[in-house]
């Protein structure tokens, strides 16, 4: 063939399965229906702009190349806790299902199509799993029952390296019986050994590499990428078969063995298994027969048929025995098992090695695989709402919180959630404050919620409400952007301090502000203590706190974030911000003797009288010097920041530790630049060599006043020691 149509096949092939996760998406249909589709009408039986055949043995090549990343991607996110932190019905459908499931389907072969049985084991292995890549966005699709919904999606992620494991003895046991050895037994166990043993020993080779950093961070995904592919390739060197055995044990030790930089490998790996899959499915579809299929007629159709309605409810009855499921959700699992990815790409490439080795029904692989993705896919995936609606077995739309940030205050706004039955889920970056989520019996996630993808996590599915909740103000508005695309819930609420610069184009801006008057950062710091909140009952003794110090309203049996309006006689509890109890921390070097009310009329008096203030104390302060070197600054950058706040500031050798005087004009001072009146002066003087804790205190000086409010505050109180309280409390 001419080279190139061997590019034209590949790139083409590339570019349309991308393409085509773009149009799944769109049209909120499972990927692996669109990718099929769009593989057969582009292969040479419909359109022809792709011919697999012109790859020849490279075909081969780059399916087994491409399946090995994709298992070795599975074992590596594999997540063991999860499996430990959920019900037993799980553990007995990986078991007791997964032999219903496999003796059954063999059994049905055998008897209709009459082949032998180690063909049949085989066969029936490819269709054991089920898939997180489909069953995923279906669940978040039709909204199960929570413990449905937890069953089937801790099926789908724990059922592909287990039915891969077994897929892969079956054809190593059948390989082993096809030719001709008397050992068959021990060619078994010695592919299933090396291709064991050499997985673990280059999952702990990996993990080595990493944790001791002798590969640079900049290459640490690439590195990974190729040590995968060379740990498949020497497996299969030196014994054929058993490379897709041992690049998944490889992942799974890589992935329990949790070394530092598993984040951003798991992130590069599965976008490049996405690009995988679409580059691998769509060479797969074009490369079917499709008569094959009408070759194996009927008894095709009455196996997938049983599959579907007699193997799969026997699955789930024999697995759910003595459980607390009702026949309803019994019902409801039984119908619910579409087949995936990882059933397509092991049994095309089961197929391919048999049709190389010349056996005798190779073709009918792919054609029962398929068959069973295509039934299971459409028929019970397009129909599993109307039958959950019918069985009773759906919610309405989700009410749940997704709360991003598990600090303190997240953890305690989350308790307060599931104190009145509200599903309430942590998302945070930071493993320290989800592991202190984790022992506090909080739903908790150690993950990126700009990059999260809900239908990955079970505990997200009863979520349709969103609670920014970091201290950066900008990502909060992100992520009420990127969450508004993906809730169906009625709230995107996000925290950031009142006064904060905004554009004009902010009535653009998605999501609502949320106890922006309230100063909140300071609780949202690493292993910061509790917030000052507490939980008040409309009948206790105390007065009602006041409306604005009100975080969260239950009334009537719903849940209202925010300010409440009013007091209401339908409310049943409320969580209250203690302003009184915040004050207690206060983050300025702010003596109570450094807040001066002043008579000075001139800026420039006003700046020499807080430094002479300060020289009482600090008598190596050059008045006159440091009064110049802050004036001429002054003249030209103005210290006023608006709304009659200015912040004059300065370095010097003189002090040893960062220093802050108040002074508090009772005569009007105007801005030599604007003209504006300046009604509060705070002066920060820091030693020389520390910038960051300058910045720092800059940094706190300007959202203490950002606030309306909180400037109201301060700049109501009347002597030094009420300016003090004032300070201290915003």
Same mark, same amino acid.
Not at 664 to 693: A, W, Y
């Given at each position: 063939?001419?080279?190139?149509?061997?590019?034209?096949?590949?790139?083409?092939?590339?570019?349309?399965?991308?393409?085509?996760?773009?149009?799944?998406?769109?049209?909120?249909?499972?990927?692996?229906?669109?990718?099929?589709?769009?593989? &057969?009408?582009?292969?040479?039986?419909?359109?022809?702009?792709?011919?697999?055949?012109?790859?020849?043995?490279?075909?081969?090549?780059?399916?087994?190349?491409?399946?090995?990343?994709?298992?070795?991607?599975?074992? @590596?996110?594999?997540?063991?806790?999860?499996?430990?932190?959920?019900?037993?019905?799980?553990?007995?459908?990986?078991?007791?299902?997964?032999?219903?499931?496999?003796?059954?389907?063999?059994?049905?072969?055998?008897?209709v199509f009459g082949f032998d049985w180690a063909f049949c084991l085989l066969?029936?292995?490819?269709?054991?799993?089920?898939?997180?890549?489909?069953?995923?966005?279906?669940?978040?699709?039709?909204?199960?029952?929570?413990? @449905?919904?937890?069953?089937?999606?801790?099926?789908?992620?724990?059922?592909?390296?287990?039915?891969?494991? =077994?897929?892969?003895?079956?054809?190593?046991?059948?390989?082993?019986?096809?030719?001709?050895?008397?050992?068959?037994?021990?060619?078994?166990?010695?592919?299933?050994?090396?291709? $064991?043993?050499?997985?673990?020993?280059?999952?702990?080779?990996?993990?080595?590499?990493?944790?001791?950093?002798?590969? +640079?961070?900049?290459?640490?995904?690439?590195? &990974?990428?190729?040590?995968?592919?060379?740990?498949?390739?020497?497996?299969?060197?030196?014994? /054929?078969?058993?490379?897709?055995?041992?690049?998944?044990?490889?992942?799974?030790?890589?992935?329990?063995?949790?070394?530092?930089?598993?984040?951003?490998?798991? #992130?590069?790996?599965?976008?490049?298994?996405?690009?995988?899959?679409?580059?691998?499915?769509?060479?797969?579809?074009?490369?079917?027969?499709?008569?094959?299929?009408?070759?194996?007629?009927?008894?095709?159709?009455?196996?997938?048929?049983?599959?579907?309605?007699?193997?799969?409810?026997?699955?789930?009855?024999?697995?759910?025995?003595?459980? *607390?499921?009702?026949?309803?959700?019994?019902?409801?699992? /039984?119908?619910?098992?579409?087949?995936?990815?990882?059933?397509?790409?092991?049994?095309?490439?089961?197929?391919?090695?048999?049709?190389?080795?010349?056996?005798?029904?190779?073709?009918?692989?792919?054609?029962?695989?398929?068959?069973?993705?295509?039934?299971?896919?459409?028929?019970?995936?397009?129909?599993?709402g109307i039958l959950g609606r019918f069985l009773g077995v759906l919610r309405?739309?989700?009410?749940?919180?997704?709360?991003?940030? $598990?600090?303190?205050?997240?953890?305690?706004?989350?308790?307060?959630?599931?104190?009145?039955?509200?599903?309430?889920?942590?998302?945070?970056?930071?493993?320290?404050?989800?592991?202190?989520?984790?022992?506090?019996?909080?739903?908790?996630?150690?993950?990126?919620?700009?990059?999260?993808?809900?239908?990955?996590?079970?505990s997200l599915y009863g979520c349709g409400n969103l609670l920014a909740l970091?201290?950066?103000?900008?990502?909060?508005?992100?992520?009420?952007? *990127?969450?508004?695309?993906?809730?169906?819930?009625?709230?995107?609420?996000?925290?950031?301090?009142?006064?904060?610069?905004?554009?004009?184009?902010?009535?653009?801006?998605?999501?609502?502000?949320?106890?922006?008057?309230?100063?909140?950062?300071?609780?949202?710091?690493?292993?910061?203590?509790?917030?000052?909140?507490?939980?008040?009952?409309?009948?206790?003794?105390?007065? #009602?706190?006041?409306?604005?110090?009100?975080?969260?309203?239950?009334?009537?049996?719903?849940?209202?974030?925010?300010?409440?309006?009013?007091?209401?006689?339908?409310?049943?509890?409320?969580?209250?911000?203690?302003?009184?109890?915040?004050?207690?921390?206060?983050?300025?070097?702010? +003596?109570?003797?450094?807040?001066?009310? #002043?008579? !000075?009329?001139?800026?420039?008096?006003?700046?020499?009288?807080?430094?002479?203030?300060?020289?009482?104390?600090?008598?190596?302060?050059?008045?006159?010097?440091?009064?110049?070197?802050?004036?001429? *600054?002054?003249?030209?950058?103005?210290?006023?920041?608006?709304?009659?706040?200015?912040?004059?500031?300065?370095?010097? /050798?003189?002090?040893?530790?960062?220093?802050?005087? =108040?002074?508090?004009?009772?005569?009007?001072?105007?801005?030599?630049?604007? #003209?504006?009146?300046?009604?509060? =002066?705070?002066?920060?003087?820091?030693?020389?060599?520390?910038?960051?804790?300058?910045?720092?205190?800059? !940094?706190?000086?300007?959202?203490?006043?950002?606030?309306?409010?909180?400037?109201?505050?301060?700049?109501?109180?009347?002597?030094?020691?009420?300016?003090?309280?004032?300070?201290?409390?915003?």
């Open positions: 063939m001419h080279p190139h149509e061997l590019m034209t096949t590949f790139t083409v092939a590339a570019a349309l399965g991308v393409c085509l996760f773009s149009v799944a998406g769109y049209l909120r249909i499972p990927t692996i229906v669109v990718l099929l589709v769009g593989g &057969v009408l582009a292969g040479p039986e419909c359109l022809g702009i792709i011919d697999p055949e012109v790859l020849g043995h490279g075909l081969g090549t780059i399916i087994s190349l491409a399946v090995a990343i994709i298992l070795f991607e599975g074992g @590596l996110t594999l997540d063991l806790h999860g499996y430990r932190s959920e019900n037993r019905e799980i553990f007995k459908i990986l078991t007791i299902g997964v032999l219903v499931t496999w003796l059954g389907t063999t059994t049905l072969l055998r008897l066969a029936a292995s490819l269709v054991i799993v089920t898939g997180p890549t489909v069953i995923g966005p279906l669940l978040h699709r039709i909204r199960a029952k929570p413990n @449905l919904q937890t069953i089937l999606h801790w099926e789908g992620v724990l059922i592909d390296p287990i039915g891969v494991f =077994v897929a892969l003895l079956c054809f190593e046991f059948y390989v082993s019986t096809g030719d001709g050895s008397q050992w068959v037994i021990k060619d078994f166990l010695l592919r299933f050994a090396a291709g $064991g043993l050499l997985g673990i020993g280059f999952g702990f080779l990996l993990d080595l590499f990493l944790r001791r950093r002798w590969m +640079d961070d900049g290459h640490t995904n690439i590195f &990974v990428l190729a040590m995968a592919m060379l740990n498949f390739t020497i497996a299969d060197l030196v014994i /054929s078969e058993s490379g897709l055995l041992s690049v998944t044990v490889a992942g799974l030790v890589l992935g329990m063995r949790k070394t530092p930089q598993q984040r951003d490998i798991v #992130s590069y790996k599965a976008e490049l298994k996405d690009f995988l899959i679409g580059l691998l499915f769509v060479l797969l579809a074009a490369n079917l027969k499709l008569g094959s299929f009408f070759d194996y007629g009927w008894r095709l159709a009455l196996v997938v048929i049983a599959l579907m309605l007699i193997i799969r409810p026997l699955n789930i009855f024999l697995s759910t025995l003595g459980s *607390r499921l009702s026949i309803t959700d019994k019902l409801f699992l /039984s119908w619910i098992a579409p087949r995936g990815i990882v059933a397509a790409s092991m049994a095309s490439v089961v197929s391919l090695e048999l049709l190389e080795a010349e056996v005798e029904n190779a073709q009918f692989i792919e054609s029962f695989t398929y068959s069973v993705i295509a039934a299971t896919v459409i028929v019970q995936g397009g129909t599993a309405q739309v989700p009410d749940g919180w997704i709360i991003v940030g $598990g600090h303190a205050l997240g953890r305690q706004v989350c308790r307060f959630f599931g104190r009145h039955g509200i599903d309430a889920v942590l998302v945070d970056t930071n493993t320290h404050e989800i592991r202190a989520a984790h022992q506090e019996g909080l739903h908790a996630l150690n993950e990126d919620a700009m990059l999260l993808k809900p239908e990955e996590h079970p970091t201290p950066n103000p900008d990502l909060n508005r992100m992520l009420c952007q *990127r969450w508004s695309e993906l809730l169906e819930g009625k709230h995107l609420l996000r925290w950031e301090r009142s006064g904060y610069e905004t554009a004009d184009n902010e009535h653009l801006l998605t999501g609502d502000r949320v106890w922006d008057e309230m100063p909140l950062n300071r609780w949202m710091d690493r292993n910061s203590e509790p917030a000052p909140l507490h939980i008040v009952h409309p009948h206790a003794p105390d007065p #009602s706190p006041a409306t604005s110090d009100i975080l969260i309203t239950v009334r009537n049996g719903a849940v209202i974030v925010g300010e409440p309006g009013e007091i209401d006689d339908g409310d049943k509890e409320w969580l209250v911000y203690d302003w009184r109890q915040g004050q207690q921390r206060l983050h300025l070097p702010l +003596d109570r003797r450094d807040i001066m009310f #002043s008579e !000075s009329g001139e800026l420039m008096d006003l700046y020499r009288e807080m430094i002479e203030h300060l020289r009482q104390r600090i008598p190596a302060l050059e008045t006159e010097n440091l009064l110049a070197d802050m004036w001429s *600054r002054e003249e030209d950058y103005t210290s006023l920041l608006g709304n009659g706040i200015a912040i004059p500031h300065a370095w010097t /050798s003189a002090i040893r530790q960062t220093s802050v005087v =108040v002074a508090r004009p009772q005569n009007t001072v105007v801005c030599p630049l604007t #003209s504006r009146p300046i009604e509060i =002066v705070f002066m920060l003087l820091s030693p020389e060599g520390h910038p960051e804790e300058h910045l720092d205190h800059l !940094s706190f000086i300007a959202r203490l006043i950002g606030s309306q409010a909180q400037r109201e505050r301060i700049l109501h109180a009347t002597d030094p020691g009420e300016l003090y309280e004032m300070i201290a409390t915003s």
